[in-house]
T-cell receptor, first 113, second 117 residues
């Protein structure tokens, strides 16, 4: 799996958009970008994923640069409940099975009232 | 959506005893499950991959005789911490993909907080 780099921590004011960057400059053409988050003392929660097009769901938007070397997770209106550690992961998904997923240190997002 | 149930959520045991943690996929079949361990203020560390009907694959540095994994059915994987010691105190999390070849994400249990006294 390609290595990712994320800032260790970020703050965001409640109600504002939270933009979490991720650098994955060595990503391969068949690797997807996945985002998870982990609220304290809980299991990680899947947020969104994409290959090269921008994606949006009810939780967030994912913006992937044209060269795919970086991406940004956007929480459009951050709430206090969005305070968590956010993990960016890149990996291959193939029909031959499911590869293991390894986590980096992630970004600790603190939403401030 | 796919749900992974992990039990117990919290356990306290005495040093030298064994503890079993169960991980169930509730509405899908999981031929593969992953077990992670997380120490305070650290990221998740993959311990092993369990495969239904075959032996688990352990990551480097993880003692397979201490952390016994059994994936007996398509919906259940168990992790047994044998002869637990205080240094085994940690947050253990299981996860499973929703299906082979599906472009989906891993689904995680809510974790088990193990405290060994």
């Amino acid at each position: 799996d390609a290595k990712t780099t994320q800032p260790p921590s970020m703050d965001c004011a409640e109600g504002r958009a939270a933009n979490l960057p991720c650098n994955h400059s060595t990503i391969s053409g068949n690797e997807y970008v996945y985002w998870y988050r982990q609220i304290h003392s809980q299991g990680p929660q899947y947020i969104i994923h994409g290959l090269k097009n921008n994606e949006t769901n009810e939780m967030a938007s994912l913006i992937i640069t044209e060269d795919r070397k970086s991406s940004t997770l956007i929480l459009p209106h951050a709430t206090l409940r969005d305070t968590a550690v956010y993990y960016c992961i890149v990996r291959v998904v193939n029909s031959g099975g499911y590869q293991k997923v390894t986590f980096g240190i992630g970004t600790k997002l603190q939403v401030i009232p | 959506g796919a749900v992974v149930s992990q039990h117990p959520s919290r356990v306290i045991c005495k040093s030298g005893t064994s503890v079993k943690i169960e991980c169930r996929s509730l509405d899908f079949q999981a031929t593969t499950m992953f077990w992670y361990r997380q120490f305070p203020k650290q990221s998740l560390m993959l311990m092993a991959t369990s495969n239904e009907g075959s032996k688990a694959t352990y990551e480097q540095g993880v003692e397979k005789d201490k952390f016994l994994i059994n994936h007996a059915s398509l919906t259940l994987s168990t992790l047994t911490v044998t002869s637990a010691h205080p240094e085994d105190s940690s947050f253990y999390i299981c996860s499973a993909p929703p299906g082979k070849g599906i472009q989906g994400a891993l689904h995680f249990g809510n974790g088990t907080r193990l405290t060994v006294t």
